[in-house]
C-alpha cells in the first residue's frame, strides 16, 4: 500500500490524481546538472596536466560529480514523492522523501478555483491552480500541474456530487463556486448580479426523499458515508446519525 492510500478514511475512494509536469525537475535539478558536466570537463582536462595542478583538478572533479549526482537524486525523489490527489470529499497535496507534508482541503469548503496557463504552458500541458477555501490556509496554489483543465474539471464534478449527496442527507451544502455563478433577471427585465441570496433561491439544493419513499442499496451507502463523514467532523451528533442510519435502512 503506497503512502497516500494510508491517508485514506472509510469510504473515501480517490477520483484523480496528478503530478507536476517534468520541466519541474529538469528546472530543479538545473545546477546538479551543470555541476557534472562541470565535473566530466575537469576530469578530462586534468589528465594533460601535472602535478600538483592535476590533483587539485581532479579532487575538484570528484567533488563535482559526488555533489551533483546526490543533488540530482534527491531532486528526482522530491519530485517523484509530489503528489496532488482527488477524493469524493477532499483535495490532498503530499510532499517530501524522508518527512512528509499533507495538506488537505474539504470539498465542501472549497469557494472557487482559478487556473492560470501562459503560452508556454499551453503547448506543454501545465498551468496553476489556486484553490480558494474557506479554511485557515486561505489558498493553496498548485505549482505547473500536468493537464489542470482535466483536474480542476474533476473537482468541480466531486464537489457537485459531494453536496448533491449532503442534500440528500438533508444536510445544507457549502456555496457554489462563483465561477458558476451567473446574472439573474428580476420580474422586471432588471439583471442584477447574483448575491448569495439570490444563488441560494436560484440553485436550490436537491431536497431529501419523502420519508418512506424507497431507495436503492447504492444511494443508501452513499448518504451513509456522506453521513458518517459529517458525523467524524462534528457536524452532527452520534444520535442523529443513528437516527438517519435507522431511516435509511428502514427504505430498502
Known amino acids: 500500500m503506497s503512502y497516500s492510500d494510508g491517508l485514506l478514511s472509510t469510504g473515501e475512494r480517490v477520483i484523480h490524481s496528478a503530478k507536476q ?8 535539478a538545473r545546477y546538479a546538472v551543470l555541476g557534472l558536466i562541470v565535473g566530466v570537463i575537469l576530469a578530462v ?24 549526482a546526490a543533488v540530482l537524486v534527491w531532486t528526482l525523489l522530491r519530485y517523484l514523492n509530489q503528489q496532488y490527489i482527488l477524493t469524493n470529499r477532499r483535495v490532498i497535496e503530499v510532499e517530501g522523501v524522508l518527512n512528509k507534508k499533507v495538506t488537505d482541503s474539504s470539498l465542501e469548503k472549497i469557494n472557487d478555483a482559478v487556473l492560470t496557463q501562459s503560452i508556454f504552458g499551453r503547448i506543454f500541458g501545465f498551468g496553476d491552480l489556486e484553490v480558494l477555501t474557506a479554511s485557515e490556509a486561505g489558498i493553496s496554489l498548485f505549482r505547473m500541474l500536468i493537464n489542470p483543465m482535466g483536474f480542476k474539471r474533476a473537482m468541480l464534478d466531486a464537489k457537485h456530487e459531494y453536496e448533491r449527496d449532503l442534500a440528500g442527507a438533508g444536510v445544507a ?14 420580474p422586471s427585465g432588471v439583471v442584477t448580479p447574483p448575491t448569495d441570496e439570490t444563488v441560494s433561491t436560484a440553485l436550490p439544493p436537491r431536497p431529501p426523499a419523502p420519508s418512506g419513499e424507497p431507495l436503492t442499496r447504492e444511494d443508501v451507502t452513499r448518504t451513509l458515508n456522506s453521513l458518517a463523514d459529517l458525523r467524524d467532523r462534528g457536524a452532527i451528533s452520534e444520535d442523529e446519525f443513528e437516527r438517519k442510519k435507522a431511516d435509511l435502512l428502514s427504505r430498502l
Not at 509536469?21 to 530543479?28: A, K, R, Y
Not at 596536466?49 to 590533483?55: F, I, V, Y
Open 173 to 186: 451544502s457549502s456555496p457554489p463556486f462563483r465561477a458558476e455563478q451567473t446574472p439573474i433577471a428580476t
Open 21 to 28: 509536469h517534468w520541466l519541474v525537475l529538469v528546472w530543479g
Open 45 to 68: 582536462v586534468q589528465t594533460g596536466l601535472s602535478s600538483p595542478t592535476k590533483d587539485v583538478v581532479n579532487f575538484v572533479a570528484i567533488v563535482l560529480l559526488a555533489v551533483g
